[in-house]
């Protein structure tokens, strides 16, 4: 066994025992990515597939991390044991995740909840992999439910919502987010809708809109073919009011999806968008090596000279790479 894999096996065990410096070092692994993060999710993946991952995203100050800091207030209380993966902007000084948010659930969260920063560091590809290796690491530990909270509306936010079981949108009052969110496609994937700082004025006007929307949605045949139809909480973050609604909405929905067979999909489809990410990598990876060859440098010198169309050079490069496959001689 490698030095990695010694040291995964070690931290994993340390973790399983509920080590909570070991869980910490554990994520630190998954998010570096390398040999030491695919041992780890060899060994967290038999012990996966049990814990409710529930995703929480929406525009910024929507009020999503005090939002989920009063659920990590509230479930431990009703005997669950929750963590958090708060997925944030990475720092433009250290390429760290900021940690402001988890700061403010800090606050909230009791001492049997875990909550985890993990950085965006400036692009969504890497979270394609850390991220469900975090959640799966949460899950194998014996933490349920799993909250993933995303910073914003784009992109990234999709591709996290993605990961979760049950996704959970937040707007405020005014929504101007609204336009913004509906193109990033976070009103197609909600599952639960929260209208946070339900006490200021517009918030029946957001409820409002959020309700003719839903009504298209069910028009135009989006809505779920079991008749599933996302409900609307009103919350005020601060003090709490809402999480009690909140938390029994996810829980229905649980028993929703479990009930019309839908949680497997759900499950099924993204440990399959998983293997694709990570085949993805591989090949990146594997393309990068073969480009950076003499054969790969005379191949793009004749496409930078018009002498060689770039399909004709991908083709070539592809059939190589294939070949060494094949061969076993790697792509060195």
């Known amino acids: 066994m490698t030095q990695h894999g010694h040291e995964a096996d070690t931290v994993f065990a340390r973790a399983l025992a509920g080590d909570r410096r070991a869980l910490g070092r554990l994520l630190s692994l998954v998010e570096r990515g390398g040999p030491a993060a695919e041992r780890i999710t060899e060994l967290a993946h038999p012990h996966s597939g049990r814990a409710h991952i529930v995703g929480i995203t929406g525009a910024p100050g929507a009020g999503k991390s005090t939002l989920t800091g009063q659920l990590m207030r509230l479930l431990p209380e009703r ?7 708060a997925v944030d902007p990475s720092s433009p000084l250290t390429g760290g995740a900021i940690l402001g948010d988890r700061i403010r659930m800090d606050d909230l969260a009791g001492e049997s909840a875990f909550i985890r920063s993990m950085a965006t560091r400036g ?16 899950d194998a530990v014996g933490y349920d439910p799993v909250i993933v909270e995303t910073v914003g509306v784009g992109q990234v936010e999709v591709d996290v919502a993605g990961a979760a079981d049950t996704t959970v949108v937040v707007v405020t009052p005014g929504w101007g ?11 197609e994937v909600a599952d639960i809708f929260v209208v946070n700082k339900a006490d200021r004025p517009g918030a029946a006007d957001a409820r409002r809109d959020l309700e003719l929307m839903l009504d298209l949605s069910h028009v135009t045949g989006q809505e779920d073919a079991a008749g599933y139809r996302p409900p609307i909480v009103m919350a005020q973050a601060l003090d709490g009011t809402g999480a009690d609604a909140l938390w029994e909405a996810v829980a229905e929905h649980r028993s929703h999806l479990e009930a019309t067979g ?5 499950r099924r489809r993204r440990l399959r968008l998983e293997v694709i990410s990570r085949l993805d990598q591989m090949a990146q990876a ?9 054969v790969g440098r005379q191949l793009l010198g004749e496409v930078e000279q018009r002498q060689m169309a770039p399909t004709t050079a991908a083709a070539r490069l592809a059939e190589r790479l294939l070949t060494d496959r094949r061969s076993g001689r790697g792509t060195g």
Do not use: C, I, T, Y
């Open 79 to 85: 005997s669950f044991r929750p963590a958090v993966l």
């Open 123 to 138: 692009h969504s590809g890497g979270l394609a992999l850390a991220v469900p290796g975090a959640l799966r690491v949460f």
């Open 177 to 187: 987010d609204a336009v913004q969110a509906n193109k990033a496609g976070l009103l």
């Open 262 to 266: 839908q949680m497997a999909d759900r």
């Open 286 to 294: 594997q393309a990068a090596a073969v480009l950076a060859d003499d």
